[in-house]
């Protein structure tokens, strides 16, 4: 280990089990020296293993819903007051859409659903970010990161409207990247990581054969939850000071991709054996 984060001071959203890509980084975080409390909403808290993270930490859990300002002031000060002071960076791992729980095609969206999408994935970032700020809660040259995907830029088959919510959440990390920078020094960023087998993943209908072809795709592979924290370690640390307002691709050159030559001969090998597939719904 490094001691990237000796002496820092965080508070880290949306840990859940040992597939979280939080849960990686939280492990991570404490490896590289950091203190940090841990947070998620208390119905996710009664399906996970956040109190065993916790004890393996040596830290607190406080529970909050991240789309309620009340809880992110009442978190904020808590976590203030376990630190006795700021803190120095933040991991926003929060996202759900009803639409797909469903199984809402996209030209078919429940509005209602649609909101509280929008609302847990994305605009509960611009609220934390808010509440920080007005609570002086990140001192100067602190980092935070939240985690987008590709399909934020690209259309992605049953991505659905979480697209347009990682869309969203790009632009709040520019948008608030800019006011936060200026004022306070603190950086903002997102992390495209590589489609990865976390518990939300595993559910999503074919996502082995995304990550297949994602695998095939990108000249360096698919990254794993692993990578991901190391990679997420570096922006809560000293050596990245000066990124802000960008969204990192984490994905193994899949972001830059047109076509590879494996992925090439998998679509070669289905024209020389054609399987007619079927229409579906997106």
């Given at each position: 280990?490094?001691?990237?984060?000796?002496?820092?001071?965080?508070?880290?959203?949306?840990?859940?089990?040992?597939?979280?890509?939080?849960?990686k980084?939280?492990e991570?975080?404490?490896?590289?020296g950091?203190?940090?409390?841990?947070?998620?909403?208390?119905?996710?808290?009664?399906?996970?293993?956040?109190?065993?993270?916790?004890?393996s930490?040596?830290?607190?859990?406080v529970?909050?819903?991240?789309t309620s300002?009340?809880?992110?002031?009442?978190?904020?000060?808590?976590?203030?007051?376990?630190?006795?002071?700021?803190?120095?960076?933040?991991?926003?791992?929060?996202?759900?859409?009803?639409?797909?729980?469903?199984?809402?095609?996209?030209?078919?969206?429940d509005?209602?659903?649609?909101?509280?999408?929008?609302?847990i994935?994305?605009?509960?970032?611009?609220?934390?970010?808010q509440?920080?700020?007005?609570?002086?809660?990140?001192n100067d040259?602190?980092?935070?990161?939240?985690?987008?995907?590709?399909?934020?830029?690209?259309?992605?088959?049953?991505?659905?409207?979480m697209g347009?919510?990682?869309?969203?959440?790009?632009?709040?990390?520019?948008?608030?990247?800019?006011?936060?920078?200026?004022?306070k020094k603190?950086?903002?960023?997102?992390i495209?990581?590589?489609?990865t087998?976390?518990?939300?993943g595993?559910?999503?209908?074919?996502i082995?054969?995304?990550?297949?072809?994602?695998?095939?795709?990108?000249?360096?592979?698919?990254?794993?939850a692993?990578?991901?924290?190391?990679?997420?370690i570096?922006?809560?640390s000293?050596l990245?000071?000066?990124?802000?307002?960008?969204?990192?691709?984490?994905?193994?050159?899949?972001?830059?991709?047109?076509?590879?030559?494996r992925?090439?001969?998998?679509?070669?090998?289905?024209l020389?054996?054609?399987?007619?597939?079927?229409?579906?719904?997106?």
């Amino acid at each position: 280990m490094y001691n990237l984060l000796k002496g820092k001071k965080g508070l880290i959203f949306g840990a859940l089990n040992d597939k979280s890509l939080a849960w990686k980084v939280a492990e991570r975080a404490y490896e590289e020296g950091a203190e940090f409390v841990l947070t998620n909403t208390p119905i996710s808290m009664r399906f996970g293993d956040i109190d065993k993270l916790a004890e393996s930490c040596n830290t607190i859990v406080v529970p909050a819903d991240a789309t309620s300002v009340k809880d992110l002031e009442n978190l904020l000060t808590k976590t203030m007051e376990h630190f006795g002071g700021k803190i120095d960076f933040i991991l926003h791992s929060v996202a759900m859409s009803l639409n797909v729980r469903k199984g809402r095609p996209y030209d078919d969206l429940d509005y209602g659903f649609l909101n509280k999408t929008l609302d847990i994935s994305a605009i509960s970032f611009h609220k934390l970010l808010q509440t920080a700020k007005k609570m002086d809660a990140i001192n100067d040259w602190g980092s935070v990161v939240a985690l987008s995907y590709v399909a934020a830029q690209k259309t992605l088959y049953k991505y659905n409207d979480m697209g347009d919510a990682k869309a969203m959440l790009e632009s709040i990390a520019r948008s608030f990247g800019y006011i936060y920078g200026r004022e306070k020094k603190i950086r903002i960023n997102t992390i495209s990581q590589s489609p990865t087998l976390t518990t939300a993943g595993s559910g999503v209908r074919g996502i082995e054969g995304l990550l297949d072809f994602t695998e095939r795709m990108s000249p360096l592979g698919n990254a794993t939850a692993d990578e991901f924290a190391d990679f997420c370690i570096t922006l809560f640390s000293d050596l990245t000071k000066k990124i802000t307002m960008q969204n990192l691709f984490h994905d193994g050159g899949f972001s830059s991709m047109g076509m590879s030559y494996r992925a090439m001969a998998v679509y070669q090998q289905s024209l020389d054996n054609p399987i007619e597939p079927k229409l579906e719904d997106e």
